[in-house]
C-alpha cells in the first residue's frame, strides 16, 4: 500500500508586504531571524509561486529571508509605461537591500535566484548573478544559482 505522508513547515507562508520603488507599489515576503538571504524568481515568477515550500525552512533554518516579487511580476505593481528588463530587476534588488534591510545589505549571506534566469539567451545567468552580488557589494563567490 502507498502512504503518502506531507510535512507541515514549521512557518507558514508570511502574509505580503508592500514597499514603493520609483512610485510603484512592490511586493515583498519575509520570514525568520539571523543572517539575511534573499529569494528572487525567474521570469514570469512570483515568490509564492517559486518559494512557497523554501521561505518556510530557510527561516526555520536560522535566517532573516526575504522573497520579492519584481516590479511587472508577482503581486507587485505591472505598470504598462515601465521598461522591464534584467537592468530594472538589479536595479530594484539593490535599491531593496538598500532600503528595507536598514543597513545590513552588506551582510546578506546570499542571494538566490529561479533558474529560470540562467535559460536565458547566451546562458546570462552566472552574469546576472554577478551582477546583482556587485550591486549589493558581494562577492560573486557568494553566489548560489
Not at 514549521?10 to 502574509?15: G, L
Not at 516579487?69 to 539593490?94: C, F, H, M, N
Not at 552588506?106 to 540562467?118: D, R, T
Amino acid at each position: 500500500m502507498l502512504s503518502i505522508v506531507t510535512a507541515t513547515p514549521s512557518v507558514a507562508f508570511p502574509a505580503t508586504s508592500k514597499y514603493t520603488w520609483r512610485g510603484h507599489e512592490c511586493a515583498y515576503v519575509a520570514a525568520g531571524e539571523g543572517p539575511p538571504v534573499i529569494l528572487l524568481h525567474g521570469f514570469a515568477g512570483s515568490a509564492y509561486n517559486c518559494w512557497r515550500s523554501t521561505v518556510p525552512a530557510v527561516a526555520a533554518s536560522g535566517h532573516r529571508v526575504y522573497a520579492l516579487d519584481l516590479l511587472g511580476l508577482g503581486k507587485s505593481a505591472q505598470p504598462s509605461d515601465a521598461t522591464y528588463s534584467i537592468d530594472t530587476w538589479r536595479e530594484q534588488v539593490r535599491d531593496f537591500c538598500a532600503e528595507q534591510l536598514d543597513g545590513v545589505a552588506v551582510n546578506v549571506k546570499g542571494i538566490y535566484h529561479e533558474l529560470a534566469f540562467a535559460e536565458l539567451e547566451n546562458n546570462d545567468g552566472d552574469g546576472i548573478a554577478a551582477e546583482l552580488f556587485e550591486a549589493t557589494n558581494h562577492p560573486v563567490s557568494d553566489a548560489v544559482l
